[in-house]
């Protein structure tokens, strides 16, 4: 077979149809937001005709939609018709608001009845589009393709780490757009990652302030960190210091933290929520096997988790093994009701009892549609990859340890594989809790009355108490409370203006690129940790005196040894376990020495525990931290997007 691409019957034939294209297509590449990167220019250009024939013909027009609310400005009479945003909306963000109506010249693209929709996954349509008739609202009339400069970075509103492409004018971030990552994201991003950019110059702090009087006064940084440093100091015998880190804090941010408190003798590191677990090893909090392989999984049981709010790209991969194999595919959720999804997913109940009895085979719910104890048992005969989600409300639970030492005692009396804990796989909601886990960080007992109160781009805590002196160190002063209640406010770099480096959920490691030059006066986190480090020693140094302090730093590092022997003792401890449980082949490295039972009998001693109910983490998408917040673009689109849980 001889096939023939470049004669002059091909060349015909491509400039026809594209004569049919560009009958009512209106030729405003002038004034088009998609012009300079338009692919029907492209085309055009290299196959086109070099003239038109229509000339009396009146090119037809259609209104406008608007389904996208303030994120997708629509003009639809450039639409030529590929059905990509139609396509795109169907298969991989399960959307079928979108259509095909009308036929010949009369076909047009809308919604079938006159509705909005806020998906989190809409805004792709945009880079989809080969023409102008969907682009960026908040970038429309903005700036020209040729204009901008393009930094490859990454994204920090979700704990995958998302390839972007971040075009930059005058130092001032015009768009965000996504980049090809097969591994990671494919070619999507979120809107949270797309639209976030237009609160980055908004309520910024750019100078510290001491409050005095109930009123900020700008100080200067040197004035600022010997300030700070002579509180750590003060306190520092006492171990009445308090750290807290956010969601968007960085692996070196993390490190120096680290380094910097635990050589003061303070261990009291805590997470923005209070986190009721300690999660030592890395298969504990990340996901133990890929995204690639999530693709193939058709049985998936979500435990307190809500993939759709907490990790949308998550569900496009979910989605392509539903597309696959509908028959045998199959979605459980236990803890929240989910019916806000793409495919069915079948729901277990919402109690901790619900929970026991899925552990023990018990639960009428599955019983009704196979015998579930004889379906545990042959799992791996049934489906070829099984996974269980735990969602962030698992962790945050006061018995979250006894919901993962249970679970994976059941995980390894099923016997799924030889690596029984690949199916264990935890959803972290943003990378910041990642850079702590990582470094080992928290802290499962805090401190009920603290002198200090460290917050690193952290925007809400819990354990306020009035006579705390406050560190509020962070991006925005935005209406948060504890700006109001900060007595010390220091000013950090945006995730866009500094090189950084995340581990994502994943537990790959992803570099963030510096694009935007900050304030004069801001530095980032590490660098101001760093500097306090410094500072700390050289007052240490010249402030000791062997009259004066040598009985106080005497006290102080035996604190410190005790603690790094207590620390060691504890692990040597836990290898011996880990050594006589891989011989003596008990389950689960040493952990589940007990039976199930005594794992709750210890935990829900009364009935009234045992039928508590799983709360929501994430009620609305759109307004989950600090930059979201600060969006005037998601402000709009939160207005529509609450999630409740079980209403009657």
């Known amino acids: 077979m001889i096939i023939n691409t470049e004669n002059k019957r091909v060349q015909f034939a491509r400039e026809s149809i594209l004569e049919f294209l560009l009958v009512n297509h209106p030729l405003d590449c002038p004034i088009c937001d998609q012009g300079g990167e338009c692919d029907l220019q492209d085309i055009t250009l290299v196959f086109g005709s070099d003239r038109g024939r229509f000339y ?17 400005k629509t003009i639809m009479t450039r639409c030529i018709h590929c059905t990509r945003c139609v396509r795109f909306l169907y298969e991989v963000a399960g959307n079928l608001n979108l259509g095909v109506i009308g036929r010949g010249n009369n076909m047009e693209i809308g919604t079938f009845i006159e509705a909005s929709f806020f998906e989190e996954l809409t805004g792709n349509i945009i880079d ?27 994204d920090v509103m979700d704990a995958l780490g998302s390839a972007i492409r971040v075009d930059i004018v005058n130092n001032k971030v015009m768009r965000i757009l996504p980049r090809l990552d097969e591994n990671v994201n494919e070619e999507w991003i979120t809107n949270k990652a797309r639209f976030v950019y237009d609160s980055l110059s908004i309520q910024r702090i750019n100078f510290p302030k001491l409050k005095y009087n109930l ?25 009445n210091i308090e750290a807290v880190i956010g969601p968007f804090v960085d692996l070196e941010t993390a490190f120096s933290l680290k380094n910097f408190f635990f050589s003061m003798g303070c261990f009291n590191i805590n997470f923005i929520y209070n986190l009721k677990i300690l999660l030592d090893y890395k298969f504990l909090y990340l996901l133990n096997l890929t995204l690639e392989e999530l693709e193939f999984a058709n049985l998936i049981f979500l435990i307190g988790c809500n993939l759709r709010y907490e990790s949308p790209l998550i569900l496009t991969r979910i989605r392509k093994s539903f597309l696959n194999d509908k028959t045998n595919f199959n979605i459980f959720s236990l803890g929240l009701a989910l019916n806000t999804f793409s495919f069915k997913v079948k729901n277990l109940g919402n109690s901790v009892r619900t929970y026991k009895k899925f552990l023990e085979g018990k639960l009428e719910n599955l019983n009704q549609i196979f015998n579930f104890k004889f379906f545990l048992l042959n799992l791996h005969f049934f489906y070829k990859k099984v996974v269980f989600f735990f969602g962030m409300n698992i962790i945050l639970k006061i018995d979250a340890i006894s919901f993962i030492k249970s679970f994976l005692y059941f995980l390894s009396f099923l016997k799924l594989n030889s690596f029984f804990w690949k199916n264990f796989n935890i959803i972290a909601s943003n990378l910041g809790i990642l850079s702590g886990f990582e470094f080992n960080l928290f ?24 006579n705390n002196f406050i560190v509020y160190q962070n991006h925005f002063a935005n209406s948060s409370f504890l700006y109001y209640k900060a007595d010390l406010l220091l000013p950090s770099m945006l995730y866009l203006e500094k090189t950084a480096s995340y581990l994502n959920m994943e537990g790959r490691y992803r570099i963030s690129k510096k694009g935007i030059i900050p304030f004069n006066f801001i530095f980032s986190d590490f660098d101001i940790i760093q500097v306090l480090n410094i500072l700390r020693r050289i007052k240490i140094i010249q402030n000791f005196s062997i009259l004066d302090n040598f009985f106080d730093i005497l006290n102080y590092f035996k604190k410190v040894i005790s603690y790094e022997c207590l620390f060691f003792y504890n692990i040597t401890k836990f290898f011996l376990k880990l050594k006589h449980a891989y011989f003596l082949t008990e389950p689960f490295y040493g952990f589940a020495y007990d039976s199930l039972k005594n794992f709750f009998d210890k935990f829900y001693n009364k009935q009234k525990i045992i039928n508590i109910v799983f709360l929501t983490f994430i009620n609305n998408y759109y307004k989950t931290d600090i930059f979201c917040r600060n969006s005037k673009i998601l402000s709009l689109c939160s207005l529509k997007n609450t999630q409740y849980n079980f209403i009657k």
Not at 145 to 153: Q, T
Not at 215 to 239: C, E, G, P, R, T
Not at 443 to 466: H, R
């Open 215 to 239: 009123k900020f006064f700008v100080i200067s940084w040197n004035f600022a960190l010997h300030l700070l440093i002579d509180f750590l100091i003060s306190f520092m015998y006492n171990i």
């Open 443 to 466: 802290s499962n007992k805090m401190k009920s009355e603290t002198n200090l109160l460290y917050l690193i781009n952290a925007d809400s805590y819990e354990n306020l108490n009035v």
């Open 56 to 72: 009396d013909l009146k090119k037809r027009a259609i209104d406008n939609l608007n389904c996208a609310g303030p994120l997708i």
């Open 128 to 154: 989809l589009c080969p023409v102008g008739a969907s682009t960026s609202m908040p970038y429309a009339f903005t700036a020209r393709s040729w204009e901008l400069l393009k930094i490859n970075s990454i």
